[in-house]
């Protein structure tokens, strides 16, 4: 962004100190409850992030509604020390402070971040979170080993759609923007009985992608169609007793043709790549009081996900990359079930322990994981061209890698809450879980093997894992309150299938390697948290340490001229890492509103003990993270009038980061800007929108590897964010 771009913001942005005390305009309009008064429902009682010890982040209906257009990875920007992955045609793969995967080409799935739709546990797929009548996103950053039945190592997502009411409710919405956009909604809800509630959306998405496919003259080769259900019933069941069953359904059919030998968005692709996930999945949650000294609650949910993967293996055609025959091809089919069971008693105010000074929580908690894979990777190399010099006229390569994986895990947690003094608590909670694994595989080589004798694996990993958390926190005022937090996290070992492969005679690793430890982080947080100004001005802020041991790093290793053959390794290393999280919400007056939001965050590699591929120069000891920018950072301010007329202006900013473990190529820093303006009336609004509104080239995933035939020199690739995106939605109320 040029220095005169910058300024021009910066003055819009600010413009509210200068404006907001003239409120001669008309009637002022008042905006509805934002961070001030968020409930967090899915904690086990009901609580205002104010009165979290954690560092969080709640996004309420109105900032989705104001921020994004269709998908979560559209909020990531207003979270501190956020990032996601591109490896992909929607965001699955998301980082905090740093930790996270960057994508899952073959093995289990272990994922670091916890993903929640719904009391539906989809972790490790959340690529199909669309934002269509949601109500709440909950971020909570660090280890969350007692506040939910699902454990995170590095953090938990939390999405909540809109709640059936008792008052009749209908909501549409339709978007058509560039790059042939276009997109459709409906809601409706409401009483369908005297005791029964019940809500029903429906959405649909569509575009181009951004992306020009030079081989095959279309422009959708990356397109994205995505559709997503919801439906929801509450049952009032009388004598305090709820039930309530929520339904998902998502079909995310989209193309992957991201990637180009030119680095551009001119793709080159003969067999563009899909990322397709179709999903089902359902939640039943039953609450009541037992007694009056503990109220129950069961939670059940299931998930099950199919999900296509592929990829063009050399980006190109036969014209491309004449005079050279080269052609590859990637598919991975996965097959994931996932089934969940939690088990609460809650205390009530009748049931606080010694002297009437602690709450309480004691839960169980089970699931099952169930998840198939099939890899294939094929094709060919021909330099036949270059004889009497040439090496392969032609080379040939199909492999497959079958895989069934299933997990077990059994958990008890508990909570004790205890007022030490009218100002002082202290609050204590421990996991305790027990993990088992059992996995087989088969890789089949059938050029350069016998595909009746594949090379078979089968591991079945025991561990026993705790974590938990201790902390104090003093509310030195009315509003406003100091914590200091411990907490352990944990995140179970696994296997490398693709290294297995790759052992031989003369390998510098042994059978040992294909099996690594698990992983446990230290979180050392200090938070302030409070509302100034008579309520009109929240802030927090949270000081953080963690130290990783046995940190799960996971690298690539390019070991054959096919683009498609790498060994994909985790090992065991140790790390560490410190930074800041601070957001604000500021209402300057009855039209103006500030927000913002800021991660800073400093990490390094203590140990790492394998040796990197020998053409990488630079030592992963004493480097960075992967993904891990050193700051994050959204400025943005929102107007409205009580005439309907809103406005919503986004600055969001990020560091360069290093792409991956495997190499040490970085993201350039970025700047972009997102605008959006309408007018609201009683039942129907307009909205224009732009996103990225200077259209920024950024980046969001890239590699370092040799692609490009006859010499095959390791060379830059990155993938670029979207450019600029606008449009206009109609909306409906009733």
């Known amino acids: 962004m040029t220095n005169k771009k910058l300024t021009l913001f910066l003055a819009i942005c600010w413009l509210p100190f200068f404006a907001g005390a003239d409120e001669s305009s008309g009637e002022s309009f008042e905006y509805p409850p934002g961070p001030l008064e968020e409930v967090v429902v899915s904690e086990f009682r009901q609580s205002t992030s104010l009165e979290l010890d954690s560092s969080i982040t709640v996004l309420n209906r109105e900032t989705i509604e104001s921020a994004t257009l269709q998908h979560f990875e559209e909020l990531i920007s207003l979270i501190p020390n956020m990032n996601w992955s591109g490896d992909g045609a929607r965001a699955r793969y998301f980082q905090m402070r740093g930790i996270g995967e960057l994508e899952q080409y073959e093995g289990a799935p272990n994922p670091s971040?916890?993903?929640i739709i719904d009391d539906?546990?989809?972790?490790?797929?959340?690529?199909?979170?669309?934002?269509?009548?949601?109500?709440?996103?909950?971020?909570?950053?660090?280890?969350?080993?007692?506040?939910?039945?699902?454990?995170?190592?590095?953090?938990?997502?939390?999405?909540?759609?809109?709640?059936?009411?008792?008052?009749?409710?209908?909501?549409?919405?339709?978007?058509?923007?560039?790059?042939?956009?276009?997109?459709?909604g409906a809601a409706i809800g409401g009483r369908m009985s005297d005791r029964l509630n019940g809500r029903l959306s429906v959405h649909h998405y569509q575009g181009n992608g951004f992306y020009d496919n030079v081989s095959l003259g279309i422009n959708d080769s990356n397109e994205r169609d995505e559709w997503t259900s919801r439906g929801k019933l509450s049952w009032d069941m009388g004598k305090g007793w709820e039930a309530k069953l929520s339904m998902l359904y998502a079909n995310f059919d989209n193309g992957y043709d991201a990637w180009s030998p030119e680095n551009g968005r001119d793709t080159f692709s003969d067999n563009p790549g899909r990322d397709e996930q179709e999903t089902w999945g359902g939640s039943l949650k039953f609450s009541g009081p037992v007694s009056p000294a503990f109220d129950f609650v069961s939670i059940t949910s299931y998930a099950e996900s199919d999900v296509l993967f592929s990829f063009d293996g050399e980006w190109g055609d036969e014209a491309y990359w004449a005079p050279y025959g080269y052609d590859y091809?990637?598919?991975?089919?996965?097959?994931?079930?996932?089934?969940?069971?939690?088990?609460?008693?809650?205390?009530?105010?009748?049931?606080?322990?010694?002297?009437?000074?602690?709450?309480?929580?004691?839960?169980?908690?089970?699931?099952?994981?169930?998840?198939?894979?099939?890899?294939?990777?094929?094709?060919?190399?021909d330099d036949s061209v270059d004889a009497p010099f040439s090496y392969c006229a032609p080379c040939q390569d199909r492999t497959t890698l079958e895989s069934d994986y299933e997990s077990k895990n059994y958990s008890v947690f508990g909570r004790l809450d205890s007022d030490l003094t009218d100002r002082l608590r202290l609050n204590f909670g421990l996991r305790y879980e027990r993990w088992k694994?059992?996995?087989?595989?088969a890789f089949r080589d059938y050029i350069y093997g016998d595909p009746d004798q594949p090379v078979?694996?089968?591991?079945?990993?025991r561990e026993n894992l705790w974590g938990g958390d201790i902390s104090l926190d003093y509310q030195f005022s009315d509003e406003a309150r100091l914590y200091g937090l411990i907490s352990r996290g944990y995140k179970a070992g696994g296997f490398n299938p693709s290294l297995a492969r790759a052992l031989g005679p003369g390998a510098e690793l042994g059978e040992e390697a294909i099996a690594y430890d698990p992983e446990h982080l230290m979180n050392y947080e200090l938070g302030l948290k409070g509302l100034w100004l008579d309520g009109s001005l929240t802030a927090e802020l949270a000081l953080f340490y963690m130290d990783r041991e046995d940190m799960q790093l996971r690298s690539s290793a390019q070991f054959t001229d096919n683009p498609n053959d790498f060994v994909f390794i985790t090992s065991n290393a140790e790390g560490h890492s410190y930074g800041l999280e601070a957001s604000i919400a500021w209402q300057v007056s009855d039209n103006w509103r500030l927000h913002g939001s800021l991660g800073l965050l400093e990490s390094e590699i203590d140990d790492y003990r394998l040796e990197r591929e020998a053409d990488i120069d630079g030592e992963l000891i004493g480097r960075e993270f992967a993904h891990a920018p050193s700051y994050t950072l959204n400025l943005g301010a929102s107007y409205a009038t009580q005439s309907g007329w809103v406005a919503r202006l986004d600055y969001n900013a990020m560091d360069e980061f290093y792409f991956d473990?495997?190499?040490?190529?970085?993201?350039?820093?970025?700047?972009t800007v997102n605008l959006k303006a309408g007018k609201h009336w009683a039942q129907w609004s307009v909205h224009a929108w732009v996103r990225n509104l200077f259209d920024e080239d950024y980046y969001t995933r890239g590699f370092s590897f040799g692609l490009e035939p006859p010499?095959?020199?390791?060379?830059?690739?990155?993938?670029?964010?979207?450019?600029?995106h606008y449009g206009v939605t109609v909306s409906y109320r009733y």
């Open 711 to 724: 010499w095959f020199e390791r060379k830059r690739y990155t993938r670029l964010g979207d450019p600029r």
């Open 120 to 184: 539906i546990d989809l972790s490790g797929v959340g690529g199909i979170s669309s934002v269509f009548d949601l109500q709440r996103v909950e971020v909570l950053r660090g280890p969350q080993a007692t506040r939910f039945g699902a454990s995170a190592l590095a953090g938990l997502v939390y999405v909540q759609s809109a709640e059936p009411s008792a008052d009749f409710d209908v909501s549409a919405e339709v978007l058509a923007g560039n790059d042939e956009t276009f997109g459709a």
């Open 661 to 671: 473990y495997s190499h040490d190529e970085k993201s350039d820093s970025r700047q």
């Open 456 to 461: 078979r694996h089968d591991f079945r990993p």
């Open 437 to 441: 694994a059992d996995y087989a595989d």
């Open 113 to 115: 971040v916890g993903f």
């Open 329 to 381: 091809v990637y598919s991975d089919t996965r097959n994931r079930d996932s089934l969940t069971q939690e088990f609460r008693l809650v205390s009530s105010p009748d049931g606080r322990l010694f002297n009437d000074h602690t709450d309480w929580v004691l839960g169980v908690y089970a699931s099952r994981l169930e998840e198939s894979d099939d890899i294939l990777s094929a094709g060919l190399y």
